[in-house]
């Protein structure tokens, strides 16, 4: 199987029963669960030439990064991104409806008007699109961590919204949890990534 690809069942000698070959697995080929984000992922918050959310002043790339996921249940439908920094209690991203014969989100698919899938508006509220991490300097925990998931789904989801009052993502996460109502959430897998923007002391 190639990395990010998705596995076939496996039936087992003298049953009927299948057998799917391991867990619902998220990764990066950018970064390792519990490491740190790259810089081009980074929010730009520029002030006097410094980009107060990077730990050394370097601009961010503001790109959601390369993810890929593989063994995702069978009858899945779509499926769900989701970046949210547990630390801050913030959402950066939400991408929902991506199809399934989607195994992979490379980097920077979180831009505006993304071909992979809708999008909500994240906390920040700049636009339907990925926002990332500006944690504040000095403040403790010193790293923040964000979880990205993928949720499979056995519907599509449909979120009410409209000119004045669009998609957000309280909007994403009440359909997440009328579909876990449901029981349409046929499984999860996540993939944190850490970043501070406190220099070491």
Request: charge should be negative.
């Given at each position: 199987?190639?990395?990010?690809?998705?596995?076939?069942?496996?039936?087992?000698?003298?049953?009927?029963?299948?057998r799917?070959p391991g867990p619902?697995?998220?990764?990066?080929?950018?970064?390792?669960?519990?490491?740190?984000l790259p810089?081009?992922t980074?929010?730009n918050n520029?002030?006097?030439?410094?980009?107060?959310?990077?730990?050394?002043?370097?601009p961010?790339?503001?790109?959601?990064?390369?993810?890929?996921?593989?063994n995702a249940?069978?009858r899945?439908?779509?499926?769900?991104v989701v970046d949210y920094?547990?630390t801050a209690?913030f959402?950066?991203?939400?991408?929902?409806?991506?199809?399934?014969?989607?195994h992979a989100?490379p980097?920077n698919?979180?831009?505006?008007?993304s071909s992979f899938?809708?999008q909500?508006f994240n906390d920040?509220?700049?636009?339907e699109q990925y926002?990332?991490?500006?944690?504040?300097?000095?403040?403790q925990?010193?790293?923040?961590r964000y979880v990205?998931t993928?949720?499979a789904l056995d519907?599509?989801?449909?979120l009410p919204g409209?000119?004045?009052?669009?998609?957000?993502s309280?909007?994403?996460?009440?359909?997440?949890?009328?579909?876990?109502?449901?029981?349409?959430?046929?499984?999860?897998?996540s993939?944190?990534?850490l970043?501070?923007?406190?220099?070491s002391?």
């Amino acid at each position: 199987m190639q990395e990010g690809g998705s596995a076939a069942p496996c039936r087992h000698r003298g049953t009927n029963a299948i057998r799917w070959p391991g867990p619902f697995r998220l990764l990066s080929f950018q970064f390792k669960n519990d490491g740190t984000l790259p810089i081009s992922t980074i929010f730009n918050n520029p002030s006097n030439g410094v980009n107060t959310c990077s730990i050394d002043g370097s601009p961010g790339g503001n790109r959601s990064p390369e993810l890929h996921w593989r063994n995702a249940p069978p009858r899945t439908r779509t499926f769900v991104v989701v970046d949210y920094d547990v630390t801050a209690a913030f959402t950066h991203w939400g991408m929902y409806n991506i199809p399934p014969t989607t195994h992979a989100l490379p980097e920077n698919a979180g831009v505006a008007g993304s071909s992979f899938g809708s999008q909500v508006f994240n906390d920040f509220f700049l636009g339907e699109q990925y926002d990332g991490p500006c944690p504040p300097n000095g403040v403790q925990p010193f790293a923040d961590r964000y979880v990205f998931t993928v949720y499979a789904l056995d519907v599509e989801l449909t979120l009410p919204g409209s000119p004045n009052f669009p998609s957000a993502s309280e909007t994403l996460y009440h359909a997440l949890i009328e579909a876990g109502r449901e029981g349409n959430i046929l499984g999860s897998a996540s993939l944190t990534g850490l970043y501070s923007s406190t220099p070491s002391q």
